[in-house]
């Protein structure tokens, strides 16, 4: 509960309030001593005593066990600049590669000490050097030409082209992951909240959006599959024609959908919206065409149409956010 202090004013004309006596014990001060203030861009006064001392890094530790991978990349995600994980007596041969296979899924964390029984890991990336809106941007074109040779893939017979959307995903995980590390901290952090001029309740919409943006992706992944599943198999004339034409309206359901969100653009937003009945419509054009194939080509067809509606069902959740 906040507590509340009576505004006074001095015969000078300077208006003072009393700080809490609890709150100055708990950070030591002392008659004289320093505290800076910085107003908020809602007008909120912050108070920092702690504003000239020295930032003490975040440390975990951890211990060898089969989540270890898991638990790295959570303690990054939140926001830890150390991570050690250390052994009672060795770190064997297997929990060594799995340390370092999670570290280089991850923009910025790095290997700084290592020894028999102890792995010491360190984020050495200034999270106000990457803006959230950009970061998103940047995995959005990713996941954008994703989409784009998944379909490609899967309506030419192009396995190479396959391969390469499945492995374009760390990339795209690596940025979704630092996105939400920098998210994380700027909450726990009101200076670097002013520095980027982004809110908490902002930091949640981007949040989703990355979240949204990283779905699509998975989607990508999936329909690359259903290539790599037909061997080479190419689909007719009409069937190209039809899965070219879903995977376009989507795709730029999810470019209207983004700038939208970057944009607070409301009839972007309402646009996205009113797209759902032309993305229908081909589906169910697909899914004609579809049943006249082989079965085996009929259920990797039919699976990517559901993988792109997915995407523009996406694209309309995104687009809400604006709201």
Known sequence: MAKLRKVQRTPTGTFFVCLPRSWAEKHGLQKGALVALDEASDGKLL????????????????SPDPFLGREIVGRYLLGFDVIRVEAKERVDFDVRNTIKQTVSSLIGLEIVEETSSQIVLQCLLEPSGFPPEKLLLRNYAIVAGMTRDAVSSLVDGDLQLARSVVAR????????????????????DSGLSEK????????????LAASFVEAVGDASVQMANQALELN???LSEELKHLLISLQAICSDASDQALKA???????????VRSMRGKVGAVSMEVEKAARNQPVEVMTQVLAAAAFLK??????????????
């Open 310 to 323: 997915g995407a523009y069902n996406l694209s309309v959740d995104l687009a809400d956010l604006v709201v």
């Open 169 to 188: 995903d760390d990339e795209s995980d690596r940025q979704y992951f630092l996105l939400v590390r920098v998210l994380y901290t700027i909450i726990q």
């Open 232 to 234: 080479g198999v190419k």
């Open 196 to 207: 980027l001029g982004l809110t908490s309740i902002e930091c949640l919409d981007y949040r």
């Open 47 to 62: 108070i920092d005593a702690k504003f000239d001392a020295e930032q003490l890094p975040k440390v975990a530790i951890l």
């Open 261 to 271: 969100f970057v944009g607070t653009d409301m009839a972007l937003a309402e646009n």
